[in-house]
């Protein structure tokens, strides 16, 4: 199993990303997934889920309304659209795979700051 994430980077609040995870190594189209950030001297944060087949998402309140989930089972690729960024959103941000009730594997991760 392997997920590499990328599109992090540099944003003004009240600016905009999307980030990718490219899966592989699993039949990705059967496995729920979800994004997960880790913000400087904080613990881990889930952040959204999205259910295999796209039947279903889950945010958290802290970025419900600004972040979208999505996932493009023909290419084995997650993403995160995130809008209206704030300092608060400054992270990095994991795709993991969701198996019964645990995230099994984790990527990497990408780093998203929010700046002026």
């Known amino acids: 199993v392997q997920l590499v994430e990328s599109g992090g980077g540099l944003a003004q609040p009240g600016g905009s990303l999307r980030l990718s995870c490219a899966a592989s190594g699993f039949t990705y189209k059967t496995y729920a997934m979800s994004w997960a950030r880790q913000a400087p001297g904080k613990g881990l944060e889930w952040v959204a889920g999205?259910?295999?087949?796209?039947?279903?998402?889950n945010y958290a309140d802290s970025v419900k309304g600004r972040f979208t989930i999505s996932r493009d089972n023909a290419k084995n690729t997650l993403y995160l659209q995130m809008s209206s960024l704030n300092t608060e959103d400054t992270a990095i941000y994991y795709c993991?795979?969701?198996?019964?009730?645990?995230?099994?594997?984790w990527g990497k991760g990408t780093q998203v700051t929010v700046s002026s």
């Open positions: 993991a795979r969701w198996h019964g009730w645990v995230l099994d594997y």
């Open positions: 999205i259910y295999e087949d796209d039947h279903g998402t």
